[in-house]
């Protein structure tokens, strides 16, 4: 009997975009901070979720809202 050891995908997503994991050694803060590059908006953001479905840890980044003044 041969088994193997697979890697966990994580999935992040952000206003419905499915964004690629740009680097598994990142924690999910990171990979945050690594898209507000590209999304200026997710600077405030929160990580969500870490939830395993068996196969994938999926991450939600979620705009933080709130009100000026």
Same mark, same amino acid.
């Given at each position: 009997? $041969? $088994?193997?050891?697979?890697?966990? #995908?994580?999935?992040f ?5 499915? !964004? ?5 050694? !990142?924690?999910?803060? #990171? ?7 590209i ?15 068996? $196969?994938? !840890?999926?991450?939600? !980044?979620?705009?933080? $809202?709130?009100?000026?003044g």
């Open positions: 009997m $041969t $088994t193997g050891i697979n890697a966990v #995908q994580r999935v997503t952000y206003a419905g975009i499915a !964004l690629p994991d740009p680097d598994a050694s !990142l924690t999910p803060e #990171q990979v945050k901070e690594y898209y507000t590059a999304y200026p908006e997710l600077l405030n953001a929160s990580v969500e979720g870490g939830d395993f479905d068996g $196969t994938s !840890l999926s991450y939600s !980044l979620r705009r933080g $809202t709130g009100t000026k």
